[in-house]
Protein backbone atom coordinates (compact mmCIF):
# COMPACT_ATOMS: atom_id res chain seq x y z
CA UNK A 1 0.00 0.00 0.00
CA UNK A 2 1.16 3.62 -1.38
CA UNK A 3 1.53 5.84 1.73
CA UNK A 4 1.22 9.41 0.44
CA UNK A 5 2.97 12.35 2.42
CA UNK A 6 2.61 15.85 2.25
CA UNK A 7 4.47 19.13 3.87
CA UNK A 8 3.55 21.39 4.32
CA UNK A 9 -0.24 21.28 5.90
CA UNK A 10 -0.84 25.16 5.32
CA UNK A 11 1.26 27.28 4.04
CA UNK A 12 0.77 31.11 3.94
CA UNK A 13 2.54 33.44 1.57
CA UNK A 14 2.62 37.20 0.67
CA UNK A 15 1.78 37.71 -2.94
CA UNK A 16 4.60 37.00 -5.30
CA UNK A 17 6.09 34.54 -3.10
CA UNK A 18 7.73 31.34 -4.58
CA UNK A 19 6.19 28.56 -3.50
CA UNK A 20 7.18 24.97 -2.84
CA UNK A 21 4.96 21.94 -1.63
CA UNK A 22 6.48 18.44 -1.32
CA UNK A 23 4.92 14.53 -1.80
CA UNK A 24 6.90 11.74 -0.83
CA UNK A 25 5.60 8.00 -1.56
CA UNK A 26 6.73 4.87 -0.22
CA UNK A 27 5.50 2.48 -3.09
CA UNK A 28 7.18 2.93 -7.13
CA UNK A 29 4.47 4.34 -9.49
CA UNK A 30 3.90 4.80 -12.75
CA UNK A 31 2.77 8.59 -12.48
CA UNK A 32 1.97 10.78 -10.02
CA UNK A 33 -0.94 13.34 -9.79
CA UNK A 34 -1.27 16.85 -8.71
CA UNK A 35 -4.09 18.31 -7.95
CA UNK A 36 -6.16 21.70 -6.88
CA UNK A 37 -9.35 21.45 -4.77
CA UNK A 38 -11.36 24.50 -5.11
CA UNK A 39 -12.85 26.38 -1.98
CA UNK A 40 -16.29 24.87 -3.05
CA UNK A 41 -14.83 21.56 -3.34
CA UNK A 42 -14.36 20.43 -7.24
CA UNK A 43 -10.88 18.92 -7.82
CA UNK A 44 -8.93 19.89 -10.95
CA UNK A 45 -5.81 17.68 -12.12
CA UNK A 46 -2.66 20.00 -12.54
CA UNK A 47 -0.63 17.71 -13.83
CA UNK A 48 0.80 14.09 -14.13
CA UNK A 49 3.85 12.68 -14.07
CA UNK A 50 6.51 9.85 -14.47
CA UNK A 51 9.97 11.75 -14.55
CA UNK A 52 11.11 14.80 -14.99
CA UNK A 53 9.57 18.14 -14.81
CA UNK A 54 5.85 19.64 -15.83
CA UNK A 55 5.31 22.99 -16.55
CA UNK A 56 2.02 25.15 -17.15
CA UNK A 57 1.97 28.95 -16.86
CA UNK A 58 3.43 29.60 -13.14
CA UNK A 59 2.87 26.02 -11.78
CA UNK A 60 5.96 23.59 -12.28
CA UNK A 61 6.12 19.94 -11.10
CA UNK A 62 9.53 17.92 -10.37
CA UNK A 63 9.64 14.03 -9.88
CA UNK A 64 12.29 11.91 -8.46
CA UNK A 65 11.77 8.35 -9.39
CA UNK A 66 14.55 7.22 -7.66
CA UNK A 67 13.87 9.38 -4.41
CA UNK A 68 10.19 8.65 -4.71
CA UNK A 69 9.41 12.46 -3.68
CA UNK A 70 7.64 15.60 -5.93
CA UNK A 71 7.72 19.29 -5.57
CA UNK A 72 5.08 21.38 -6.74
CA UNK A 73 6.23 25.04 -6.81
CA UNK A 74 4.26 28.32 -7.89
CA UNK A 75 6.38 31.42 -9.08
CA UNK A 76 5.14 34.78 -8.58
CA UNK A 77 2.43 33.77 -6.16
CA UNK A 78 -1.15 35.38 -6.26
CA UNK A 79 -4.35 35.39 -4.31
CA UNK A 80 -6.39 33.41 -6.83
CA UNK A 81 -3.89 30.47 -6.51
CA UNK A 82 -5.21 30.08 -3.00
CA UNK A 83 -6.74 26.35 -2.62
CA UNK A 84 -5.69 22.63 -1.44
CA UNK A 85 -2.93 21.52 -3.29
CA UNK A 86 -3.14 17.36 -3.44
CA UNK A 87 -0.46 15.15 -4.82
CA UNK A 88 -1.87 11.38 -5.36
CA UNK A 89 -0.63 8.33 -6.50
CA UNK A 90 -1.33 5.03 -7.62
CA UNK A 91 -1.71 2.25 -3.97
CA UNK A 92 0.79 -0.53 -6.10
CA UNK A 93 2.50 0.01 -9.67
CA UNK A 94 -0.31 -1.69 -11.26
CA UNK A 95 -3.15 -0.14 -9.77
CA UNK A 96 -5.57 2.04 -11.69
CA UNK A 97 -7.05 4.46 -8.85
CA UNK A 98 -5.48 6.97 -6.64
CA UNK A 99 -4.10 7.02 -3.52
CA UNK A 100 -4.60 11.21 -2.11
CA UNK A 101 -2.38 12.68 0.46
CA UNK A 102 -4.24 14.67 3.28
CA UNK A 103 -3.27 17.91 1.32
CA UNK A 104 -1.88 21.32 1.19
CA UNK A 105 -3.84 24.65 2.17
CA UNK A 106 -2.33 27.60 0.56
CA UNK A 107 -3.46 31.09 1.47
CA UNK A 108 -2.20 33.62 -0.95
CA UNK A 109 -2.54 37.26 1.18
CA UNK A 110 -2.64 40.25 -1.26
CA UNK B 1 -12.72 20.83 -23.05
CA UNK B 2 -14.41 17.57 -22.11
CA UNK B 3 -15.30 17.26 -18.78
CA UNK B 4 -17.04 15.06 -16.09
CA UNK B 5 -20.68 15.91 -15.16
CA UNK B 6 -22.20 14.71 -11.88
CA UNK B 7 -25.94 15.52 -10.41
CA UNK B 8 -27.34 16.36 -8.50
CA UNK B 9 -24.72 18.61 -6.62
CA UNK B 10 -25.86 18.95 -3.32
CA UNK B 11 -28.35 15.78 -2.00
CA UNK B 12 -29.87 15.38 1.46
CA UNK B 13 -31.58 12.54 2.17
CA UNK B 14 -32.91 11.32 5.89
CA UNK B 15 -31.15 8.11 7.43
CA UNK B 16 -32.05 4.94 5.66
CA UNK B 17 -33.14 6.16 2.99
CA UNK B 18 -31.26 5.24 -0.68
CA UNK B 19 -30.07 8.08 -2.97
CA UNK B 20 -28.28 7.35 -6.40
CA UNK B 21 -25.74 9.90 -7.50
CA UNK B 22 -25.27 9.97 -10.90
CA UNK B 23 -21.94 10.65 -13.13
CA UNK B 24 -21.62 11.59 -16.92
CA UNK B 25 -18.08 10.75 -17.85
CA UNK B 26 -15.83 11.61 -20.68
CA UNK B 27 -17.27 9.39 -23.25
CA UNK B 28 -13.32 7.94 -24.82
CA UNK B 29 -12.08 7.11 -21.23
CA UNK B 30 -11.89 3.56 -20.53
CA UNK B 31 -11.85 3.77 -16.61
CA UNK B 32 -14.49 5.29 -14.24
CA UNK B 33 -14.14 5.76 -10.55
CA UNK B 34 -15.87 6.87 -7.24
CA UNK B 35 -14.18 8.85 -4.49
CA UNK B 36 -15.34 10.32 -1.32
CA UNK B 37 -14.46 13.09 1.06
CA UNK B 38 -15.41 13.37 4.52
CA UNK B 39 -15.38 16.47 5.68
CA UNK B 40 -11.85 17.65 6.77
CA UNK B 41 -10.41 14.45 5.71
CA UNK B 42 -8.36 12.81 2.59
CA UNK B 43 -9.89 11.95 -0.28
CA UNK B 44 -10.66 8.49 -0.76
CA UNK B 45 -11.46 5.57 -3.25
CA UNK B 46 -14.29 3.30 -3.07
CA UNK B 47 -14.67 1.74 -6.37
CA UNK B 48 -13.56 1.41 -10.40
CA UNK B 49 -15.13 0.31 -13.09
CA UNK B 50 -13.93 -0.78 -16.26
CA UNK B 51 -15.75 -2.72 -19.07
CA UNK B 52 -18.66 -2.54 -17.28
CA UNK B 53 -17.60 -4.27 -14.29
CA UNK B 54 -15.86 -3.58 -11.19
CA UNK B 55 -12.49 -3.35 -11.27
CA UNK B 56 -11.31 -2.38 -7.91
CA UNK B 57 -13.00 -1.59 -4.39
CA UNK B 58 -11.77 -0.32 -1.18
CA UNK B 59 -12.60 -1.75 1.72
CA UNK B 60 -15.44 1.16 2.70
CA UNK B 61 -17.09 -0.09 -0.65
CA UNK B 62 -19.15 -3.08 1.24
CA UNK B 63 -22.76 -4.22 0.45
CA UNK B 64 -24.14 -1.09 1.22
CA UNK B 65 -22.67 0.28 -2.05
CA UNK B 66 -23.58 -0.51 -5.58
CA UNK B 67 -22.32 0.96 -9.49
CA UNK B 68 -23.46 0.26 -12.48
CA UNK B 69 -23.53 1.60 -16.26
CA UNK B 70 -27.31 1.60 -16.99
CA UNK B 71 -27.28 2.94 -20.16
CA UNK B 72 -23.52 3.42 -21.75
CA UNK B 73 -23.64 6.67 -20.61
CA UNK B 74 -24.23 7.49 -17.13
CA UNK B 75 -22.14 5.96 -14.70
CA UNK B 76 -24.00 5.82 -10.75
CA UNK B 77 -23.48 4.89 -7.20
CA UNK B 78 -25.99 3.94 -4.74
CA UNK B 79 -25.70 3.81 -1.61
CA UNK B 80 -28.77 1.76 0.15
CA UNK B 81 -29.91 2.50 3.68
CA UNK B 82 -27.86 5.37 4.27
CA UNK B 83 -26.19 6.52 7.45
CA UNK B 84 -24.78 9.50 8.83
CA UNK B 85 -21.29 8.38 8.75
CA UNK B 86 -22.11 8.27 4.77
CA UNK B 87 -22.35 12.52 4.62
CA UNK B 88 -19.90 13.25 1.96
CA UNK B 89 -18.47 14.45 -0.64
CA UNK B 90 -18.34 12.28 -3.31
CA UNK B 91 -16.57 12.80 -7.05
CA UNK B 92 -17.01 10.79 -10.05
CA UNK B 93 -13.83 10.56 -12.12
CA UNK B 94 -12.52 9.09 -15.38
CA UNK B 95 -9.53 8.60 -16.90
CA UNK B 96 -7.10 5.97 -19.17
CA UNK B 97 -4.62 5.18 -16.68
CA UNK B 98 -1.52 5.58 -16.84
CA UNK B 99 -1.78 7.30 -19.64
CA UNK B 100 -4.22 9.89 -19.01
CA UNK B 101 -4.52 12.26 -16.13
CA UNK B 102 -7.54 11.62 -14.05
CA UNK B 103 -11.29 13.82 -14.83
CA UNK B 104 -13.02 14.90 -11.80
CA UNK B 105 -16.64 16.08 -11.73
CA UNK B 106 -17.23 18.75 -9.40
CA UNK B 107 -18.68 16.09 -6.90
CA UNK B 108 -22.62 15.75 -4.96
CA UNK B 109 -22.45 16.86 -1.28
CA UNK B 110 -24.23 14.16 0.49
CA UNK B 111 -25.91 14.86 3.70
CA UNK B 112 -27.71 12.23 5.66
CA UNK B 113 -29.85 13.81 8.47
Known amino acids: KNEVEQSPQNLTAQEGEFITINCSYSVGISALHWLQQHPGGGIVSLFMLSSGKKKHGRLIATINIQEKHSSLHITASHPRDSAVYICAAPPSGSARQLTFGSGTQLTVLP | ?113
Open chain 2, 1 to 113: EPEVTQTPSHQVTQMGQEVILRCVPISNHLYFYWYRQILGQKVEFLVSFYNNEISEKSEIFDDQFSVERPDGSNFTLKIRSTKLEDSAMYFCATGTPPNTEAFFGQGTRLTVV
